[in-house]
C-alpha cells in the first residue's frame, strides 16, 4: 500500500524560504508524475507543481512560478518543493501527491495517491 508523508511545513515569514519534503513508501514511485496542490482557508484545493515519472518535466501554476521549484530524488523515493519569496497568499495546507502514469498533468483528479498535507503559514 502506498503512503505519501510531507514534512517540512512550518511558520515562516514573508519573502522567507522553506523546503517541503513528500516522503513516499509501498512501492517506488520513480515511473510514475507526482505534484503538489494546496488548500488554503475557505478555498478548494489547487494545483501548485507537478514532475514527470520519466524525463523530469515539470508545470507550475502562475501564482508560484519563478519562486517555487519541484523536484524529486527517485533513489530516496522523495519528491521535494523548494518555496522562496513567500508570499502570504501562499497560506495553505500543502498535499503531496502521485498519479499512476508518468505525464504531469494539473489536474487534481488525474492524482491517485494523496498525503495528509503539511501547514504552511507566511506571516507578515
Known amino acids: 500500500q502506498v503512503q505519501l508523508v510531507e514534512s517540512g511545513g512550518g511558520l515562516v515569514q514573508v519573502g522567507g524560504s522553506l523546503r517541503l519534503s513528500c516522503a513516499a513508501s509501498?512501492?517506488?514511485?520513480?515511473?510514475?508524475?507526482m505534484g503538489w496542490f494546496r488548500r488554503a482557508p475557505g478555498k478548494e484545493r489547487e494545483f501548485v507543481a507537478t514532475?514527470?515519472?520519466?524525463?523530469?518535466?515539470?508545470y507550475y501554476a502562475d501564482s508560484v512560478k519563478g519562486r517555487f521549484t519541484i523536484s524529486r530524488d527517485n533513489a530516496k523515493n522523495t519528491m521535494f518543493l523548494q518555496m522562496n519569496s513567500l508570499k502570504p497568499e501562499d497560506t495553505a495546507v500543502y498535499y503531496c501527491?502521485?498519479?499512476?502514469?508518468?505525464?504531469?498533468?494539473?489536474?487534481?483528479?488525474?492524482?491517485?495517491?494523496w498525503g495528509q498535507g503539511t501547514q504552511v503559514t507566511v506571516s507578515s
Open positions: 509501498g512501492r517506488t514511485m520513480a515511473p510514475y508524475a
Open positions: 501527491a502521485a498519479r499512476r502514469a508518468s505525464s504531469p498533468i494539473p489536474t487534481l483528479t488525474a492524482y491517485y495517491y
Open positions: 514532475i514527470s515519472g520519466t524525463d523530469g518535466t515539470t
